[in-house]
């Protein structure tokens, strides 16, 4: 998946590019309580990251409570420093391929030293998302509520299961 930017003066940036791997329980969409495990590998450019490469490792879990998903993880980036970034996401499915979503997504920082409130990322998304398989789309918008997240983002995720 490629990342892009597109700044207030108008420029489009490409920051960077992640491979995903996400391998769940079988059968999840049948179950009332699931989990799984998302691996993420990303080439950053210098003005986006620090690091010209990052990794990541986010355990899932979730519950079904009839049309309404709930799913919680958090990831682990660099494990030489790990950095506590959990996320949350409620959605209500109107059908097998369509869902309505609200994901709230967090940064804190290092576990062994946390950032300052003003340094952490807290942004809250309104997605709108369609899965038949094997190709998905999830189109949202952002909003940060602390100085240090971006308070406008678009999200566009094209998908495809193998």
């Known amino acids: 998946m490629s990342v892009y930017s597109w700044t207030a003066?108008?420029?489009?940036l490409i920051?960077?590019?992640?491979?995903?791997?996400?391998?769940?329980?079988?059968h999840a969409a049948e179950r009332s309580f699931f989990y799984?495990?998302?691996?993420?590998?990303?080439?950053?450019?210098?003005?986006?990251?620090?690091?010209?490469?990052?990794g990541e490792i986010r355990p899932i879990i979730g519950g079904r409570f009839g049309p309404v998903d709930l799913i919680l993880d958090t990831s682990f980036q660099d494990l030489g420093s790990l950095d506590f970034a959990p996320a949350s996401r409620v959605a209500y499915n109107f059908s097998e391929t369509w869902a309505a979503t609200l994901e709230h997504y967090a940064d804190y920082g290092r576990l062994n030293n946390p950032e300052p409130l003003a340094r952490q990322q807290q942004l809250l998304f309104a997605v709108a998302d369609y899965k038949s398989a094997p190709l998905g789309v999830?189109?949202?918008?952002?909003?940060?509520?602390?100085?240090?997240?971006?308070?406008?983002?678009?999200k566009l995720i094209l998908s495809h299961d193998f």
């Open 138 to 154: 999830e189109f949202g918008i952002g909003h940060g509520f602390t100085a240090a997240s971006d308070s406008l983002v678009l």
């Open 15 to 26: 920051d960077g590019a992640k491979f995903r791997a996400e391998f769940g329980v079988p």
């Open 9 to 12: 003066d108008g420029r489009f």
């Open 36 to 54: 799984g495990i998302n691996f993420e590998l990303g080439f950053n450019a210098r003005y986006w990251e620090p690091t010209r490469t990052s």
